[in-house]
Structures are given as C-alpha cells and as structure tokens.
C-alpha cells in the first residue's frame, strides 16, 4: 500500500489548514462530510506534541480507497508498541475496507493515558500527559477534517496499554464513541502495586493511594460507565493479569447489565496472534451496537 507522506511545521499548524494528499475515488455516507474524500487511501501525519511545542506526534490515517465512509476507528497501541504493528501485523485494514471505517493510528510509545502528571512523575510521554493531548489536539484536529465528530459512528481499539486508554478516553468523552474493544488491558493499578510504569507515573501506591484510586483508574469509575464494550483477554497472559479484564467486565455487568457489554477470554497469551484473532470478533460487536457501520 503506498504511503502519502506529510510534515507540517508546529509554528503554522495552528493557522493553516492541513493539506492532504489523497487517492481513490468515493463519496462520504450520510453523517459523514464531504470533506472525507480528500482523506482516501493513507496519510502520514505530524501534530504538535503541546500547544506551542516544537515535538511531533506522528499519526498514520487510512481511508478506504472505495465504498461509502461511515465511521471511524481510534487505535490505542500498548507501551513501546509502533503504531505500525496494528496496521502491518493485523487483517486491520480489511475489516475497516469491508465496512467503510477510517483508521486513525496515533504513535503513542510510552504514555500510559494518564491524565495529569506529577511532581514525582518520572515517566513522561511528553510534555503533555497523553490523555490530555488526545483529547485536546488529536480529536480536534481530526474534527476538523471530518472525522470523531459527534453524533458520528466512533469507535476506540485497544491493546495492552492502549487497552487502559480505551477505558479511559470513553469515561472522558462518553457521548463521543459509539462502541469500544479493550484487548489484554488493566484497569485496576491498585492490584499492581509494584508496576514499575504506574509507579514512575503516579508515584508509589503506599504514598500517593489516592492517584491510584483517582480518575486515572476505570475499575473505580465504573459506576460512570456508559459505551457498549468489547473485552478480550487471555488466560495465559504472562504480562497482564487475566484477573484485569475479568473483574472489570464483571463490575460492569453488575452494575450496567442492560448495556452491551462482552467478554472474550480464550487459552491465549499476550500477543499479536491473540489480538489479530480478535479483531474480527471485535469488529462484528461494532456492527452488532452500531448498525450504521455494517454493510
């Protein structure tokens, strides 16, 4: 697949529009602009690491080339994992294609989505927490282009790390997403209090229990929960406990049981055999939510 590359300089990028170079043919769904087809095929794209920074954040954005658009996907990768991987190592683009979906791939390396940092913070993605740039640059800049606007169809894809983002993005911005998938994620640090990157973010459990039980942790939010949600997780994970995904899942059927909520746990281990068999299952969730996105 042939890349469009783009590099936009951070002192202009807040005063001009960014120009896209597409390919392909194809007109925008109903709910979906017109502008849409200027973002046929796949574009690589640098945003600003904060307003004001000289970094980047590069960001991979694929439309279907054919076909009605009719939504769009927001993939989270895990820590230190390329946002290349998702796209090459995957069927990700044949399940977006088959359904008119825009991916939106974000290269988020080492943020564990947190939403604030701290003095004692040793483990900084950037000079923004990464939750803040996602919801302060990366969804309004990609508004601006048409896509993750609301009443449209979103969703949010998740793996390892990325599936602790996927929790935290749909409790921050609920009316925005339309479904979500969490694959192989955690969402209770407390019951990892020796996690070296929860400890380099919030600092020790022991001294700082209430980062740990704060707005950063899904578990202690669920009651707040309101997005239909695909969970996957295998129970051979060496890497994330099993126990993550199972006790998140239950306390949102629990307390949500009239939600679409699912849970997938086969034999599987923590890798991108075991997230590659789940994307179907996840996508066909999506669908089964939001019709709208089906064929």
């Known amino acids: 697949m042939k890349v469009r590359s783009i590099a936009i300089s951070c002192a202009a990028f807040w005063l001009l529009p960014l120009l896209v170079v597409c390919s392909g043919p194809g007109q925008a769904a109903p709910?979906?602009?017109?502008?849409?087809?200027?973002?046929?095929?796949e574009n690589e794209l640098l945003l600003p690491a904060a307003p004001g920074s000289n970094g980047?954040?590069?960001?991979?954005?694929?439309?279907?080339?054919?076909?009605?658009?009719?939504?769009?996907?927001?993939?989270?990768?895990?820590?230190?994992?390329s946002r290349h991987r998702w796209l090459e190592e995957t069927a990700l683009y044949n399940e977006a294609s088959q359904r008119g979906l825009c991916l939106a791939a974000p290269e988020m390396n080492t943020t564990l989505y947190e939403s604030a940092y701290y003095p004692e913070t040793r483990l900084r993605w950037s000079t923004m927490p990464g939750?803040?740039?996602?919801?302060?640059?990366?969804?309004?800049?990609?508004?601006?282009?048409?896509?993750?606007r609301e009443g449209q169809s979103n969703f949010l894809l998740g793996l390892s790390t990325g599936a602790r983002g996927v929790a935290l993005l749909a409790l921050a911005?609920?009316?925005?997403?339309?479904?979500?998938?969490?694959?192989?994620?955690?969402?209770?640090?407390?019951?990892?209090?020796?996690?070296?990157?929860?400890?380099?973010?919030?600092?020790?459990l022991h001294q700082f229990p209430e980062r740990w039980a704060g707005p950063d942790n899904p578990q202690i939010r669920a009651a707040e929960w309101k997005t239909p949600l695909y969970i996957a997780h295998g129970r051979n994970d060496a890497v994330v406990p099993f126990e993550q995904s199972e006790r998140f899942f239950s306390e949102l059927r629990r307390l949500h049981p009239q939600l679409p909520i699912e849970f997938s746990s086969p034999a599987a281990g923590h890798d991108f055999g075991f997230w590659s068999s789940q994307l179907q299952p996840a996508f066909k969730f999506f669908d089964l939510v939001a019709p709208s996105t089906a064929d």
């Open 173 to 204: 911005r609920s009316t925005l997403w339309s479904a979500a998938a969490a694959l192989s994620g955690d969402f209770d640090q407390r019951r990892m209090p020796r996690d070296r990157l929860m400890n380099g973010v919030y600092g020790p």
């Open 56 to 81: 980047t954040v590069a960001l991979t954005l694929f439309c279907p080339r054919a076909g009605a658009l009719r939504g769009a996907v927001l993939l989270l990768p895990g820590w230190k994992f």
């Open 131 to 148: 939750q803040q740039w996602v919801l302060q640059i990366l969804i309004p800049e990609l508004q601006k282009r048409g896509l993750f």
């Open 31 to 41: 709910g979906m602009d017109a502008e849409l087809t200027a973002l046929r095929g």
